[in-house]
Structure formats: C-alpha cells, structure tokens
C-alpha cells in the first residue's frame, strides 16, 4: 500500500508544460513555449459551474468535501506563456483547460466513489500543446492529516493511462502539427500570391505594404485558431485528430474505466462504455454505449451540459441532474473526520 493524504475543495494545485504561441506577426504559427499554469484551488469555481468536480457529497475532512476519482479542476484555468506573454491562444487554452487526477485509491470509496489522490510525487494529467503530461502538482494536500492507501493496482492504472495520453498526443500531433504548419504556410502563400511581384515589389518599399502583410498574417492567425476551436468543439479537424480521438475514445478510456472498475470491486465491474462528447464548456452533450451484463446499465445513455446544469439519462430512462458539481437534492452533511 501507499499512502497518500486525501484532497479537499481547498487544497491547492498548479503545473507547468507547453502550450501553442500565436503572434501576428511574427509567428502566425502555433509554436509550442514553455506554459505555467497559475495555482488553483481543488474547488475552481469555472469547474465547478462547469460540473466537472468530483467530490464526496457527504464525507468531509477539515469541513470540506473530498476529492474523488476523475475530479476536474476544469475550464478557465490561467496558463501564461511567459516568454510570449501576449499571446492569441490564449483564446483556446482559457477556455478549453484542464487539470484531472491521474490517480485514485479503489479500495478506499466516499459516496460509492473512489477517493482521488493527487500529491507532490503522484502527478495530476494537465493540457498541454502539443501534448497533455502528468505535470500537475498537489501542492498543499500534504497538510492534510487524513490518508488513503492506495494498491499497487491503482499505481500501474494510473501510470499506464498516462503514459498512453502522452504516447497517444505524441505520435497523432506530430502528424497533425505537421498538417497544421504546412496549411499555414500555404495560407501565407496565397496571400502573397494574390498580387503581382511588382505589386508586391511597390507595396514593400511603402507603409501601406507593412499594413498588408500585417492584415494578412492576422487573417492567417484568426484561420488558425478557428481551425483550432472546431477541433476543441468536435474533437477533431483533420484525419490525423480523428484517428487519435478514435483510439481515444474506443480504446484507451475505456479500458482504463474497465480497469478502475474492476479495481474498485465496483457494480459497473465488467462493463465496457464507449463515451463521445462535443461543445464547450458549460454548453455541451455526449452520448455512451455501455455492454454490459447487467440490463440497467447496457445500451445507449446520454448527458447535456447547459450553463451550470447537467443532465444524465441512463439506458432505463432514469434521469439524475446535477448543478455546480453536487448532486440535485442530495444533502452535504458532515461524516467525521475520515472517509
């Protein structure tokens, strides 16, 4: 066993990684600098409005909730690029952000769920171009006085799915960033283009041909980060971003769901669920195909997010609705002191 102390809403976390530099000009690119992401409480109001918190509604540590498994910092999380300070994608990486728990304890559950851990050497996965690593830091959970122990199972579980996220991003955005350069380039070669040499040769030597090469880098950088959005909103924008979404989403999060299933001995132990989700934060649905032997839970369900409510339909037609991350009508009440 390993123990590591349990989070709370107000347990702290922060990390650092690359993201995408965006410049009209010079760099109407996306060029990967190095990205610190700003420290957050466990409890970040954009997630929780978001409903992508996990958190024990009725066992508390210190009078805050814990964090479970699959727990979300979510969207709205500042990275700065401090070498490029003023930097366009912030656009894409504010609103799409995210820092999730990698790892979880499956033999110690609060409401049913297992307890999520995260500390200084069990790292949280964070967004990052052009890959997502475990490079999240707990910082204060340490302080806690409650620990959890989590099975050499739990470890492999969460070192494999991150090391087939990282592997995963790798591989399909080489490809796909290649993609991506090149179709800029192609879009700055047409903009050029579309005069003669001797225009262009007139409109060097003026003030006037600065402005146009400026208007058209800046058109080639609002390209570029609508291409970038579709991708965020659909989940892919090439065949490159499709084929990774494919493995994602029909191999590698199923099977790490199979797999914490099964570790946590949980009644969804054995099932296969295949999950696609599309939109924005606070705007966004998706639709799950379990197989499963149990009726209850095989066939198709779905889940829509609107503005801070969420709404799940399982395959029976049971509706369970959630609002800022709590359960609809479920009471938090303080359960001592341990989960």
Known sequence: MIGVKVNICTDLSAGVLMHNVLLPPPIPVPVPSLSI???VNQDWPPGEFAN???RAATVQHKGRRIVLEGHDCGPMIPDVTPLFPLNY???????FSSRKFTFSASTVQADAAPVGCAALFLPMMTC???ISAPTGIALSSWTNTVE???T???LAIGLAYAAASVALDSIFNKIGGASTVRQVRQSVSRAALGATSRQLAQRAASEAGRHVAEQSARRVVA???AREAVGRVVG???GASAAKRAVSVGIIDPLAGFARAEAANAPSAGDWTVTYSVGVPFANASGSVTNSEDASRRGFSRQTTWLNEQTAVSPTGAVQRTRNSVAVATPVAVAGHRP
């Open 37 to 39: 992401e700003m420290a």
């Open 52 to 54: 992508t918190h996990k």
């Open 89 to 95: 994608f912030y656009l894409i990486m504010w609103p």
């Open 128 to 130: 990052g171009d052009p």
């Open 148 to 150: 959890v122990g989590m």
């Open 152 to 154: 050499g199972t739990d």
């Open 223 to 225: 390209g570029t980060l």
């Open 236 to 238: 892919f924008n090439d």
